[in-house]
């Protein structure tokens, strides 16, 4: 089942803000605006298409920072949402 439409974009809204701080090198903002779009997802987050590429953001974030850790523990939550196996 899709997110409902203004759920999504809100949600691709944060994730593209997130973005943009993430390239201007504002690692810290970019990763609480992921994490605010993580949290909108209903019930079990990890059901969500969406939330393989946040994940994939915020561990991008931890590994641009040089916190593997969390980039690892990211990046297999990642791999274990929708399509996430083949998630480059």
């Known amino acids: 089942m899709p997110l ?3 759920l999504s ?3 691709d809204g944060l994730c ?3 973005d943009t701080l ?3 090198g504002r690692l810290d903002e970019a990763k609480a605006l992921y994490v605010d779009a993580l949290r909108l997802l209903p019930d079990h987050p990890s059901d969500w298409a969406a939330s ?4 994939v953001a915020i561990g991008d974030v931890h590994f641009r ?3 593997f850790g969390r980039a690892y ?3 297999h939550n990642a791999v274990r949402c ?3 196996l083949g998630n480059p």
Do not use: K, N
């Open 4 to 6: 409902p439409d203004d």
């Open 9 to 11: 974009a809100e949600i």
């Open 16 to 18: 593209r803000r997130g």
């Open 22 to 24: 993430a390239e201007a």
């Open 52 to 55: 393989t590429w946040i994940y």
């Open 65 to 67: 920072q040089g916190v």
């Open 73 to 75: 523990r990211c990046f």
């Open 82 to 84: 929708p399509a996430g």
